[in-house]
């Protein structure tokens, strides 16, 4: 390994060549008719789609209102694994009969791909909002589950058999024991789950669903509108990048202040 | 902790397995849970036979499996092919490093199934768009976790063998890819995951055999049994195909494995 590391300067200069090299690259293709530009149109293209889409509609609605029905699931279908996943995992760390009835089930369906279950969604919810629910909560409850459930069992056993000592009871030692010390496993778990239910939705709106910024890259292969449909995957990297940074800030956050607890 | 019951476990495993295959025949016996929405184990038996034996959508179970498995495992491939080098050497080279880094912080962020519909526009509905996209999505975890895994080696394991004048070309081969390995295993279980959730979701988009294309006309012929076959089909696949991954680990890292029992 180089073990010397680059000057902030040295770094800009590379980074700004790997750039544009990747940005020349594909808008000479595109120029020079080296890849149709129909099916590549240059970036410039691109952009100047994505922003004609803020407000002419496409496949029915515009970006900002597939965007906005796309997350109203999105927030239902993650709230929902971690309302569950959450409480679950923490009572298995807790009771091991439970650890060992759930357990089997869990890695059992564990997996099969949450995408798997869009067939049942449609057949169960047509293109409502229940199915593409159905779907992010299959992606994002496992992480949810796991990382509680670990940060439940690997909680220091002196804290356990202090508060035990003490006579504390199943629920306060769930409440004021295990889930303040399994936090940060908590916390990096929905981060996880957060990013597999981005993805899953937008799984689940290429298949089922009538709205959505999913839907609307669907609608555009459909009619050979690459433009449109490379301006979805743009939307949709912004978004879920967006949420990634929004949470590492309060993951961060959160251990900063345990951090000045301790 | 709780209730110890370690010898009772995977009694008690069973036992709920055996409970929820009891409750599934219960609704669905009883009509408490229409036919319509979900099969009885019945049914279930019944396309399965149907698919084995006399096939549908074209073509066997096992024919559909075959393609799907022959697609995770070539797109799975390619994707290890290009994604390792190229992290060793961005973990290697600082220069490599900072110039890839940028152009990989735009891509990351696009989920592999966002894909899909460029790929079909590109390639159509055959072989190579989803070889395409099962690139994308096992691509990244294998850059990434090779890249983790080079910056992770102790440095004075690399200094030693500089000093003692190791060619660049044995520095790779027998310094950097062995110490990395653990973690290159790591992305690489990764990117199988990843491969599976996303062919999947391409067969079910568009395709002409395949397991996804199985749940598709199950789906559109409202034919529960054969979405529970095609969705169980999906995860034995999957936990066979990390199984088998797992056995590679254990082989290739014998010494690491052996280190830590």
Redesign the interface.
């Known amino acids: 390994m180089q073990t010397i590391p680059l000057k902030t300067s040295e770094k800009w200069a590379w980074g700004a060549l790997g750039l544009g090299s990747f940005l020349g690259l594909w808008a000479a293709l595109s120029a020079f008719g080296i890849v149709p530009r129909q099916f590549l149109p240059s970036p410039l293209d691109v952009l100047t789609r994505f922003v004609q889409l803020l407000t002419t509609p496409f496949a029915g609605a515009t970006l900002p209102q597939h965007l906005a029905s796309s997350f109203q699931r999105y927030a239902y279908g993650v709230l929902l694994a971690a309302v569950i996943g959450v409480p679950l995992g923490l009572l298995m760390g807790w009771f091991r009969w439970l650890d060992a009835i759930v357990t089997p089930l869990f890695d059992g369906l564990r997996f099969i791909a949450p995408i798997a279950w869009v067939p049942f969604a449609a057949l169960w919810f047509g293109v409502g909002i229940g199915g593409p629910i159905l779907i992010i909560f299959a992606g994002a409850f496992p992480p949810c589950l796991i990382n509680a459930y670990r940060g439940a069992r690997f909680v220091e056993p002196r804290l356990i058999e202090a508060a035990r000592m003490l006579g504390t009871g199943n629920l306060r030692m769930i409440l004021e024991i295990l889930l303040p010390a399994a936090t940060p496993s908590i916390v990096s778990g929905l981060r996880v789950s957060a990013g597999l239910g981005w993805q899953s939705l937008v799984g689940a709106e290429l298949i089922v669903a009538a709205a959505g910024v999913g839907f609307m890259m669907v609608q555009a292969q459909a009619n050979v509108a690459t433009p449109t449909v490379m301006a979805g995957m743009v939307a949709i990297g912004l978004i879920g990048m967006a949420i990634d940074v929004m949470l590492r800030q309060g993951e961060a956050w959160l251990r900063r202040r345990r951090g000045l607890q301790a | 902790?709780?209730?110890?019951?370690?010898g009772?476990?995977?009694w008690?495993?069973?036992?709920?397995?055996a409970a929820?295959l009891l409750l599934w025949f219960g609704v669905t016996a009883t009509g408490l849970v229409s036919a319509?929405?979900?099969p009885s184990p019945a049914d279930f038996w019944l396309s399965l036979t149907q698919i084995s034996l006399r096939g549908y959508a074209g073509g066997g179970l096992l024919a559909h499996a075959l393609q799907s498995v022959k697609l995770v495992v070539m797109g799975f491939l390619v994707a290890i092919a290009t994604g390792v080098p190229l992290g060793l050497w961005m973990?290697?080279?600082?220069?490599a490093e900072?110039?890839?880094?940028?152009?990989f912080l735009?891509?990351r962020?696009?989920?592999?199934?966002?894909?899909?519909?460029?790929a079909?526009?590109?390639l159509g509905l055959g072989d190579g768009a989803k070889i395409m996209v099962i690139w994308f999505a096992a691509f990244v975890p294998s850059v990434i976790n090779a890249y983790a895994g080079?910056?992770n080696?102790d440095?004075p394991i690399?200094?030693a063998a500089q000093m003692l004048g190791t060619p660049r070309w044995r520095m790779i081969t027998e310094i950097?890819a062995p110490a990395a390995a653990p973690m290159i295993f790591t992305g690489l279980r990764l990117s199988l995951?990843a491969s599976?959730?996303t062919l999947?979701?391409a067969e079910?988009?568009g395709a002409l055999a395949g397991i996804?294309f199985v749940?598709?006309m199950?789906?559109q012929d409202?034919y529960?049994g054969m979405?529970l076959v095609?969705?169980?089909t999906?995860?034995?696949l999957?936990?066979a195909t990390?199984a088998a991954l797992s056995l590679a680990e254990r082989r290739a890292l014998a010494w690491n494995v052996a280190g830590r029992d």
């Open positions: 902790m709780g209730n110890a019951m370690i009772g476990r995977s008690i495993g069973l036992a709920s397995v929820l319509g929405r979900f973990g290697w080279d600082r220069r900072a110039a890839i880094n940028p152009v735009i891509i962020p696009i989920p592999p199934l966002a894909w899909i519909p460029l079909i526009l590109w080079v910056r080696i440095r690399i200094e950097i995951q599976w959730t999947v979701a079910l988009v996804g749940l598709n199950a789906q409202i529960p979405i095609g969705m169980v999906v995860g034995v999957g936990w990390t």
